[in-house]
């Protein structure tokens, strides 16, 4: 984590930030302004934004700032991802986010305490570093993603302790997807409580 980050919340290390259409979980096909935030150290071999991990690298900008950029766009959905966005106090953010009237999506691994307004969670459980277990009942979304086999198993275990309403997504890691997507398959056929997610802006070549 970056040193001297205000424990208000008001100046976070923003990596990047774009306006895109959500790729990949419940909300595919949405149009959205994406707010990445650097910071992470739940360490997946496989994570495809290794870059985001030295939070020091990113420049601490004032949410005030964020939120004037997100307002440009005609898309009215913000999608908050990392990094593990979760790192860091996200009330300020989303306060500011929700008075300009956007909704509120968040990608986490839930390693840290939720903070933050949210209109929609997107847990997405990692085996480096386990969620909160007070995180899985307020997921709206759990996505696992599947690297190997035993990913299954890792769903299945966290599926247990989520809402009854919350939405199950499977989604193949992209660089093991040509192997795991007919497992997917067959496993969604064999268990229908989950559904496929896949990653359709790596198809579509947006960000
Ligand atoms: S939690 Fe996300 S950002 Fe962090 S290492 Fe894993 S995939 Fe990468």
Sequence with gaps: MANNIPENGT???LMEEFYTIQGEGYNTGKAAYFIRLGGCDVGCHWCDVKESWNADLHELTPTDEIVKHAKN????AVVVTGGEPLIYNLDDLTQKLKAA???TFIETSGAYPLSGIWDWICLSPKKFKAPRPDILPLANELKVIVFNKSDFQWAEEHAQHVSPHCKLYLQPEWSKSKEMTPMIIDYVMANPKWE????????LNIP
């Design 101 to 103: 009237e956007m909704l």
């Design 196 to 203: 496929i997610s896949l990653q359709t802006h790596k198809y």
């Design 11 to 13: 100046l976070l290390p």
């Design 73 to 76: 766009y005609p898309g009215k």
